[in-house]
């Protein structure tokens, strides 16, 4: 079993204190996100809605659960209870259904907008050019019960760090072209994960997901 809490404390040696560590912890068994926990880990992130589910029953109720993967329609409502910030919105029609989950029980649920930014096929999220239209038309001034937080992205699975920080930077510059256009709480770029959370910071990411540098590999 990995010593989550030492390999927590040596990442966090080696990150600014202003970035926000994500213990992305999907597949991994309870007990080694109660050693996390007991070490003062509090920010835990996982991709699937199910497993999310049944983890924040098993847990502390003070830890923030941070949902980061691809997230379908009809799943929201199991999550809006709960749920610290989603990472992953991806479309307007999600966004909907955010706010009427929401709205029913109260809450106001923070969100990052997903930026597509690499070259696999696989990944979701806004293009540049579909948020700006979206923006354009006014069309995030209307959700009463969602808080814009901020963006998320995903480099490219590669090697070439050249191109894994053309593309951070890219949604770095974006971030700041359009947060004037949300409140001030419009305030985290979350990117970079073990393979490149620190290209992800030099490029101007303020929040990083990282699974296995911490658990193990899957
Ligand atoms: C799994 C996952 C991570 C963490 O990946 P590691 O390589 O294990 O650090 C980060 N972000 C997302 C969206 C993920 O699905």
Not at 2 to 13: A, F, G, H, T, Y
Not at 79 to 107: C, G, M, Q, W
Not at 182 to 205: E, K
Request: some cysteine.
């Amino acid at each position: 079993m990995p010593d989550v809490s030492k390999n927590i404390d040596r990442l966090k040696k080696s990150i600014p204190p202003n970035v926000c560590l994500i213990a992305v912890s999907k597949t991994k068994p309870i007990a080694l996100i109660q050693d996390a926990y007991q070490g003062g880990q509090l920010d835990f992130g996982e991709n699937k809605v199910q497993e999310l589910v049944s983890k924040y029953e098993a847990l502390p109720k003070d830890i923030r659960w941070h949902l980061i993967g691809h997230l379908q329609t009809n799943k929201v409502k199991y999550i809006i209870p709960f749920v610290y910030l989603i990472h992953s919105v991806d479309s307007i029609k999600l966004l909907n259904e955010i706010e009427t989950r929401a709205k029913k029980i109260n809450r106001k649920i923070q969100v990052l907008l997903q930026i597509f930014i690499s070259e696999d096929e696989t990944k979701f999220g806004f293009s540049f050019d579909e948020l700006k239209a979206e923006l354009k038309n006014g069309t995030f001034k209307k959700f009463q019960n969602i808080e814009f937080r901020g963006l998320m992205g995903m480099a490219t699975l590669t090697d070439q760090e050249q191109k894994i920080s053309a593309e951070f930077n890219a949604l770095h510059q974006f971030f700041k072209e359009i947060k004037p256009q949300f409140n001030a709480s419009f305030d985290t770029l979350s990117m970079g994960m073990s393979s490149d959370y620190l290209l992800a910071i030099q490029a101007g990411s303020n929040m990083i997901r990282v699974g296995s540098t911490i658990f193990g590999d899957r």
